[in-house]
């Protein structure tokens, strides 16, 4: 099945980074290869993000021959894009996994979400990653209606999972670390992080060279012809591999329909304003730590290792990304600080993510030989990253970790894949009528 332009060739030149402040602040330029001619290896990745990058350098690490496939270039993608929240748990709340599988497997799933973000850490640390890696996140609540769930939640996190890194915060205390009335109360996870993303992307990518893996860019995947081994099928070439990895995550579109049924590409924003200076930028969030609202259309943001703003928020259901994202992305950043309205932007770019209909990542057997992991919904820095971990040692033959999250259901949107975009923007309309309210 041939793939389609879809999302892949929508907003972006192709095989060209968008000019946003991760690229222009990168440690480094890599460039590989585009794949040509006939290759045969033990696993094929066909996407060069966290998941893809962490499968390969896995593998290679177990002494597989790893071959590494990106349409555009390494951390084209949402990975080298989004806004460098190293979270803590999975995407949905304990109290919501709990009910949608049960205490045991919910703790489960924490304790895998709690891997995820110390295997981040520990490859920073192993490969010597300079990505301006720092401590927290603040979750903070836009309504007062939300404050006395998050001192629950808080609490619950410290006596059901034993995770003592989280603490309650009241009004008086959110308004002292950031200088807006837009927060009533929250929760401060200093057990979370955040960092410049693209810079992690490319650590991986050099430990990835360094491994042995064999990476192209330019290298779109245009047909996967299942068997043992399966055959990979582009423009100038075809890898024959015994085992095939998807982490496409929202770029899969058709050439896997069954992954593409339950993860949707959205398009999301950041703009980066000009140099702060250090008194503004500690004024705006007092001890550096990143935020996330609680609007269902969620304001992200922290400051950059040169005091920049850098401000996601949003929201916008055309295929196409806005003609000015600058313009488009300012408008939330004024709404949380109204002072910053004669501070110039300096960078708007967008990216495209895969959200799941539960919002948990879809981890998938596709076949005997054929993995997938994707639909990490925004929560992607660490749990891609582990994604990427879990299917190299289901290839390696220990499955059980990956099995964990592949036990969690993820449905089909409904309407399809031709239905589910006005479908999902009609669900998307309502939640940010709901923000309003």
Same mark, same amino acid.
């Given at each position: 099945?041939?793939?389609?332009?879809? *999302?892949?060739?929508? +907003?972006? %030149?192709?095989?060209?980074?968008?000019?946003?402040?991760?690229?222009?602040?990168?440690?480094?330029?890599?460039?590989?290869?585009?794949?040509?001619?006939?290759?045969?290896?033990?696993?094929?990745?066909?996407?060069?993000?966290?998941?893809?990058?962490?499968?390969? $350098?896995?593998?290679?690490?177990? &002494?597989?021959?790893?071959?590494?496939? /990106?349409?555009?270039?390494?951390?084209?993608?949402?990975?080298?894009? +989004? &806004?460098?929240? $190293? &979270?803590?748990?999975?995407?949905?709340?304990?109290?919501? $996994?709990?009910?949608?599988?049960?205490?045991? @497997?919910?703790?489960?799933?924490?304790?895998?979400?709690?891997?995820?973000?110390?295997?981040?850490?520990?490859? #920073?640390?192993?490969?010597?990653?300079?990505?301006?890696?720092?401590?927290?996140?603040?979750?903070?609540?836009?309504?007062?209606?939300?404050?006395?769930?998050?001192?629950?939640?808080?609490?619950?996190?410290?006596?059901?999972?034993?995770?003592?890194?989280?603490?309650?915060?009241?009004?008086?205390?959110?308004?002292?670390?950031?200088?807006?009335?837009?927060?009533?109360?929250?929760?401060?996870?200093?057990?979370?992080?955040?960092?410049?993303?693209? +810079?992690?992307?490319?650590?991986?990518?050099?430990? =990835?060279?360094?491994? &042995?893996?064999?990476?192209?860019?330019?290298?779109?995947?245009?047909?996967?012809?299942?068997?043992?081994?399966?055959?990979?099928?582009?423009?100038?070439?075809?890898?024959?591999?015994?085992?095939?990895?998807?982490? =496409?995550?929202?770029? #899969?579109?058709?050439?896997?329909?069954?992954?593409?049924?339950?993860?949707?590409?959205?398009?999301?924003?950041?703009?980066?304003?000009?140099?702060?200076?250090?008194?503004?930028?500690?004024?705006?969030?007092?001890? /550096?730590?990143?935020?996330? /609202?609680?609007?269902?259309?969620?304001?992200?943001?922290?400051?950059?290792?040169?005091?920049? $703003?850098?401000?996601?928020?949003?929201?916008?259901?055309?295929?196409? *990304?806005?003609?000015?994202?600058?313009?488009?992305? @300012? %408008?939330?950043?004024?709404?949380?600080?109204?002072?910053?309205?004669?501070?110039? #932007?300096?960078?708007?770019?967008?990216?495209?993510?895969? #959200?799941?209909?539960?919002?948990?990542?879809?981890?998938?057997?596709?076949?005997?030989?054929?993995?997938?992991?994707?639909? *990490?919904?925004?929560?992607?820095?660490?749990?891609?990253?582990?994604?990427?971990?879990?299917?190299?040692?289901?290839?390696?033959?220990?499955?059980?970790? *990956?099995?964990?999250?592949? %036990?969690?259901?993820?449905?089909?949107?409904?309407?399809?894949?031709?239905?589910?975009?006005?479908?999902?923007?009609?669900?998307?309309?309502?939640?940010?009528?709901?923000?309003?309210?």
């Amino acid at each position: 099945m041939a793939i389609s332009q879809g *999302f892949l060739h929508a +907003n972006d %030149k192709a095989g060209q980074y968008p000019a946003s402040y991760y690229t222009a602040t990168a440690n480094k330029q890599l460039s590989f290869p585009t794949l040509e001619g006939e290759h045969t290896c033990d696993v094929c990745v066909i996407g060069a993000g966290y998941a893809g990058l962490s499968a390969a $350098l896995h593998l290679a690490e177990r &002494g597989y021959k790893v071959h590494l496939l /990106d349409a555009h270039r390494v951390g084209w993608g949402a990975s080298g894009r +989004n &806004g460098g929240q $190293l &979270g803590s748990g999975q995407r949905k709340d304990q109290d919501e $996994l709990e009910s949608l599988v049960g205490l045991e @497997r919910a703790k489960e799933l924490w304790g895998l979400a709690e891997t995820a973000k110390s295997l981040t850490k520990n490859l #920073i640390a192993k490969y010597q990653i300079q990505c301006d890696l720092k401590p927290g996140i603040l979750h903070a609540d836009h309504k007062q209606s939300y404050v006395k769930h998050s001192k629950a939640y808080a609490e619950k996190l410290a006596n059901t999972y034993n995770y003592a890194d989280i603490r309650f915060v009241g009004t008086a205390e959110i308004q002292e670390m950031l200088d807006t009335t837009a927060y009533h109360g929250g929760t401060l996870d200093m057990g979370a992080a955040h960092l410049h993303p693209f +810079n992690f992307v490319l650590g991986l990518a050099d430990a =990835c060279k360094n491994a &042995g893996v064999q990476i192209f860019e330019n290298s779109e995947v245009l047909e996967v012809e299942k068997g043992e081994p399966a055959k990979l099928k582009l423009a100038n070439g075809q890898v024959t591999a015994r085992y095939v990895v998807f982490a =496409c995550n929202g770029y #899969i579109d058709s050439l896997e329909k069954r992954v593409a049924a339950r993860v949707m590409p959205i398009n999301n924003y950041i703009i980066a304003t000009e140099p702060l200076g250090e008194d503004l930028a500690r004024s705006l969030i007092s001890n /550096d730590v990143a935020v996330a /609202d609680s609007r269902f259309v969620i304001n992200y943001y922290r400051l950059s290792a040169d005091n920049r $703003l850098l401000f996601g928020g949003g929201e916008s259901y055309s295929f196409q *990304f806005p003609r000015d994202i600058k313009a488009f992305v @300012r %408008k939330p950043m004024l709404q949380v600080y109204p002072q910053l309205k004669d501070v110039p #932007i300096e960078y708007g770019w967008g990216g495209t993510l895969g #959200i799941t209909l539960n919002r948990m990542p879809y981890f998938a057997k596709l076949a005997p030989n054929m993995l997938n992991a994707s639909g *990490f919904s925004g929560h992607g820095v660490a749990m891609a990253t582990l994604a990427g971990q879990l299917m190299a040692e289901a290839i390696d033959g220990q499955a059980s970790r *990956f099995d964990v999250m592949e %036990k969690v259901p993820t449905h089909v949107f409904p309407g399809g894949r031709h239905l589910r975009w006005p479908l999902m923007v009609l669900g998307m309309l309502y939640y940010s009528l709901r923000d309003r309210l």
